[in-house]
């Protein structure tokens, strides 16, 4: 796939830097970059997804202790 991508002269500035000191093409520093990103965002997403997980986990621990206290009030 190609894809036209618009700069402003600083992120352009920037890019080729990176480009000469790592002496790779910009396209290879920009394909590296949206993986990176990519990458970030999974990991944020499962990480608010453990979090729910967690707190779902926390709260149904809390309910069944409820109700087994209920439980054993009526006996």
Known sequence: MIATVRLDEKLEHR?????NMLHKKKSQII????????ISIEKAKK???QMA???TKEIDKKEFSDF????????
């Open 15 to 19: 890019l080729n830097s990176i480009a």
């Open 31 to 38: 394909r590296e970059a949206i993986e990176q990103y990519a």
């Open 47 to 49: 990480s608010k997804l």
């Open 53 to 55: 997980i967690e707190k």
């Open 68 to 75: 087994e206290g209920t439980i054993d009030d009526g006996m």
